[in-house]
């Protein structure tokens, strides 16, 4: 199994964790403003991204979860990393 499918699914992983990250942030400067919820852009902006992503991080695991599973070998072990050490070293 190529490495490029492993990346691009950790990739994804990760990108959804920051875009929930994004959100609570957007939370915690609404509540600093003093305004709760949907009282604000920040709020209303937050809860979209929330509402988008719950459904995409679901989506990601699985992604994540397929690939390792498909290349029957466990995680922490990618299929494609040896490869890669190859690649970058010569």
């Not at 875009?19 to 009282?39: D, K, M, P, S």
């Not at 929330?50 to 498909?70: K, P, Q, S, T």
């Given at each position: 199994?190529?490495?490029t499918?492993?990346?691009?699914?950790?990739t994804?992983l990760?990108?959804?964790?920051?875009?929930?990250?994004?959100?609570?942030?957007?939370?915690?400067t609404?509540?600093?403003?003093?305004?709760?919820?949907?009282?604000?852009?920040?709020?209303?902006?937050?809860?979209?991204?929330?509402?988008?992503?719950?459904?995409?991080?679901?989506?990601e695991v699985v992604?994540v979860?397929?690939v390792?599973?498909e290349?029957?070998?466990?995680?922490?072990?990618?299929?494609?990393?040896?490869?890669l050490?190859?690649?970058?070293?010569?």
């Amino acid at each position: 199994m190529p490495w490029t499918l492993f990346a691009t699914a950790w990739t994804s992983l990760v990108c959804g964790v920051a875009a929930a990250v994004v959100c609570g942030l957007f939370f915690r400067t609404a509540r600093r403003a003093g305004q709760q919820g949907a009282e604000c852009w920040q709020g209303t902006l937050a809860e979209c991204i929330c509402v988008g992503n719950a459904l995409a991080l679901l989506f990601e695991v699985v992604a994540v979860y397929g690939v390792h599973a498909e290349a029957g070998e466990a995680y922490w072990s990618c299929a494609g990393a040896r490869v890669l050490a190859v690649v970058l070293a010569g």
